[in-house]
């Protein structure tokens, strides 16, 4: 298994245009998370998927952010328009929720920049 | 879920065992400690996980006191490819969300 996928690696942008962040599920996986990295707040939750049905989203900053998953094995983080406060690193993790424990496995992160 | 407390660094030289401390003194009786680690410019990798019995796999060791508010994670040969932030997380459930602290820093030295 190639494990959880994430792409772009490297973003740069400049401040006010659409950054769309992708993310591929590990197969049979059917839980998706959305982390963010910075210095000052280490690694926060920004959303959680179930099902493809988004169960927590408090952790999003703000309307700017939104996150989907079209399909079962993907998801997207989309930020609209992006903001210099915005660059960090996002990290994908999925999981299987069941009646097992499943850790949580992460993909290595987009870096996004936004000057 | 619990809150942990963890040191910020440590030093550990090669070859010798590497013994990362966690208290978590609020845990509950239904949650697990889980660990994690984070590699620069990785993404966090799930190492090991227990609820009241002592744990061991191919990468480490974990000793839960008997009370369980705190928790050892031990790496028996540390090697430079351990140098990471280690993090130390209480929850009900490994999959579901976890809250990540500050972790510690190990410092792998030759």
């Known amino acids: 298994d190639a494990g959880v996928i994430q792409s772009p690696r490297h973003e740069v942008t400049e401040m006010g245009q659409e950054v769309t962040l992708r993310c591929k599920l590990i197969?049979?996986?059917?839980?998706l998370f959305w982390y963010r990295q910075t210095m000052m707040r280490g690694l926060e939750l920004l959303i959680y998927?179930?099902?493809?049905?988004?169960?927590?989203d408090s952790g999003m900053p703000e309307d700017r952010f939104s996150a989907k998953m079209p399909n079962a094995s993907f998801s997207t983080l989309k930020i609209q328009p992006s903001e210099p406060r915005d660059s960090a690193v996002y990290f994908c993790?999925?999981?299987?929720?069941?009646?097992?424990?499943?850790?949580?496995?992460f993909g290595n992160g987009t870096r996004l920049t936004v000057t | 879920d619990a809150k942990t407390t963890q040191p910020p660094s440590m030093d550990c030289a090669e070859g010798r065992a590497a013994n990362l401390p966690c208290n978590h003194s609020?845990?509950?009786?239904?949650?697990?400690v889980y660990w994690y680690r984070q590699i620069h410019s990785q993404g966090p990798q799930y190492i090991i996980h227990?609820?009241?019995n002592n744990e061991t796999n191919e990468m480490a060791s974990l000793i839960i006191t008997e009370d369980r508010k705190s928790s050892t994670l031990i790496l028996p040969h540390a090697t430079l490819r351990d140098t990471a932030v280690y993090y130390c997380?209480?929850?009900?459930?490994?999959?579901?969300?976890?809250?990540f602290g500050g972790g510690t820093r190990l410092m792998v030295k030759p």
């Open positions: 609020t845990i509950s009786g239904n949650e697990y």
């Open positions: 197969s049979g996986h059917n839980s």
């Open positions: 227990g609820l009241k």
């Open positions: 998927f179930n099902n493809n049905v988004p169960i927590d």
């Open positions: 993790a999925s999981s299987f929720l069941g009646t097992d424990n499943s850790p949580l496995h």
């Open positions: 997380i209480v929850a009900k459930n490994a999959g579901n969300m976890l809250t």
